[in-house]
């Protein structure tokens, strides 16, 4: 058994358009004073009314404004290839940008690969993927061989050896001023 061709309801704009051809038609006669009463331009009267003469009250429906084709859109490769990048190497926008520039030949911004990642769901990498950035100085490496338990330095006073101390002095190199390194 088929079903009966049954048109849905007309929105509320698609009812309001029709409602000015309505007022046009059997009110007034005259297309400029109906535009003023309902506050619409006679432009947009005539577009909806010839599409009330092509299609009925159908053709009043709102309609998509997307465009229906995007010649500047990212091409489905390209978007391939930043999916991988995301999900296999955990890039980010700029990395993945500087790495299909050099290995593609493919130049896309920072930001256009963000929009994409955006759009995806896939813009901020779960917590259990996030690169952790090591903190500054992860990789110093103190010497204390020869340096004086705090224990046995004189009360009152934090810092280092006394003068009048006979504590062995450091056998190390002193610190470099100018950098703020000390010698291995």
């Given at each position: 058994?088929?079903?009966?061709?049954?048109?849905?309801?007309?929105?509320?704009?698609?009812?309001?358009?029709?409602?000015?051809?309505r007022?046009?038609?059997d009110?007034t006669?005259?297309v400029?004073?109906?535009c003023?009463y309902?506050?619409i331009?006679?432009?947009?009267?005539y577009t909806w009314?010839?599409?009330?003469?092509?299609?009925?009250?159908?053709?009043l429906r709102?309609?998509?404004?997307a465009?229906?084709?995007?010649?500047n859109a990212t091409?489905?490769?390209?978007?391939?290839?930043?999916?991988?990048?995301?999900?296999?190497?955990?890039?980010?926008?700029e990395?993945?940008?500087?790495?299909?520039?050099?290995?593609h030949?493919?130049?896309?911004?920072?930001s256009?690969?963000?929009?994409?990642?955006?759009?995806?769901?896939m813009g901020?990498?779960?917590?259990?993927?996030r690169y952790e950035?090591?903190?500054?100085?992860?990789?110093?490496?103190?010497?204390?061989k020869?340096?004086?338990p705090l224990?046995?330095m004189?009360q009152?006073?934090r810092?280092?050896?006394?003068s009048?101390?006979?504590s062995?002095?450091?056998t190390?190199?002193p610190a470099?001023?100018?950098?703020g390194?000390t010698?291995?």
């Amino acid at each position: 058994m088929s079903k009966p061709n049954v048109t849905p309801p007309l929105d509320r704009e698609a009812k309001r358009r029709l409602a000015v051809i309505r007022h046009v038609e059997d009110v007034t006669g005259n297309v400029a004073m109906s535009c003023r009463y309902f506050g619409i331009s006679r432009q947009a009267y005539y577009t909806w009314y010839r599409r009330y003469q092509a299609k009925g009250a159908e053709g009043l429906r709102t309609r998509s404004k997307a465009p229906k084709h995007s010649p500047n859109a990212t091409h489905v490769e390209v978007v391939g290839k930043i999916i991988y990048l995301r999900q296999s190497h955990h890039f980010g926008p700029e990395k993945i940008a500087m790495y299909l520039k050099r290995y593609h030949d493919v130049t896309i911004s920072k930001s256009g690969v963000r929009r994409i990642l955006n759009r995806l769901n896939m813009g901020r990498l779960p917590t259990s993927q996030r690169y952790e950035k090591q903190l500054p100085g992860h990789r110093v490496q103190i010497n204390v061989k020869f340096i004086e338990p705090l224990a046995s330095m004189p009360q009152g006073r934090r810092g280092g050896p006394t003068s009048t101390s006979s504590s062995p002095r450091s056998t190390t190199a002193p610190a470099c001023a100018s950098c703020g390194s000390t010698p291995r």
